[in-house]
DNA sequence: TCGTTAATTTAACTTTGTTAATTTAACGAC
DNA sequence: GTCGTTAAATTAACAAAGTTAAATTAACGA
């Protein structure tokens, strides 16, 4: 005799129609423009409508930034041509995520942006981000374990992923001026970072190198 | 028969006060915590006389930011022991950075945040940015000129900041869970992207290096 | 003492997050 | 088909915050 609660199907579709339209609000309009009463505009309906779906605000943006953590990761595996070379395999992961986040500077904004609760107030969130990580880790391992490199694999992309992100978080946060692209910054770090993994091929590409004189 | 303005030195003061508040606010409880009724409270005032000091809530904040590279400017300045030797001067600076983000991290969030207004919105805070940027521009030059290193000054700090300032950005934001200080982690990214200037000391300490086997 | 004007405070409005009360709507029982 | 039950959704309402305007206070010189 009740009245049958939502399927789980219509529950997802509504909240992948809220997290659509508000990641379209942060990426046209900016942070503060993610309001419930603008959401529920765009969805033509009550502006308390979201909290079926979303304990609160702090909710909808941790899964807006699970989703991107989740497009992340796969642009990561979208763009690794797989194969027994990690150099070639890094580099070509290297240039997805350039391309990635060049055309998508507002999810990397999301992702890393420095004020947010606690990480751990949303396990989801942890492992999405690991999920991410570890992929690259399983392939610098790759090369340690072909005698390429030598170190630990996993403290290898934390120092090469955080290098590269100083880059990546300024160009978020719209404060490079360089005329270049953001892979001709990264390169040369990456070249310098895992020099060794790429000797054969890149190093001239990068902008310091020994005095010759 | 007017009643006087206020002294420029008792407006001083006051901001002063303003930004001394805003800024404990925001070490103790957050961005969200720093409002200008707090303020008020801290300050013992009604919630709307900081509006006689401030334009308006982003003109504080940006005030804020700007105290925050001057101060950052002037620990480069004073971890600078000066001299002829460019590697030393660059160790010693990178030291006195970590030690300051490390001490500080609300004040590097504050700084480097990804969610701001443009940068363009407040000149003095892109010349107060320039001017720490600038300073390690010299001492790059310096090595430059010695010929130790080749390459552009400006483009190489901007690569090492970059570098340095992923892991700093991600301690910033408590999502480094290494059981390594700052240094450590931030050191091998400086010696490996500045590599040729630390031959003689520091290539040792990188956590990457040619595998031998 | 009083008028003038800057500084400050009080009042008021808007927006937003959030909760509680109310209404709406779908389902099975009769 | 009507009706009770209950989840979903809406409406109403409140608190906190940014901001603006009106009212008040206070210092100065005539």
Known sequence: MPRAPLTETEEARTRERLCDAALELYREHGQ???TFRRLAEALGTS???????????????AELRLRCFRAFADVIRGSDPGGHDPAARLRS?????????????????????LRQPPLDTYPALLTARRTAFDYLVDVVQ??????RITGDARTIVH??????????S???????VHGRTLAQLTTPILYTVLGPLFDDAGAG?????????
Chains 1, 2 share one sequence.
């Open 142 to 147: 790759q090369a340690v374990d072909q005698g």
């Open 205 to 213: 590409g990068a902008h310091i190198r020994r005095a010759t004189g």
């Open 93 to 113: 992961i290297h240039a997805g995520i350039m391309r990635y986040v060049h055309d998508h500077p507002a999810e990397y904004r999301l992702m890393f942006s």
């Open 159 to 168: 120092v090469a992923w955080g290098a590269v992100h100083g880059v990546l």
């Open 170 to 176: 300024l160009h978020a946060a719209d404060q490079l």
């Open 47 to 61: 502006h308390t409508r979201p909290y079926r779906y979303f304990e609160d605000k702090d909710a909808l943006m």
């Open 32 to 34: 503060e423009a993610v």
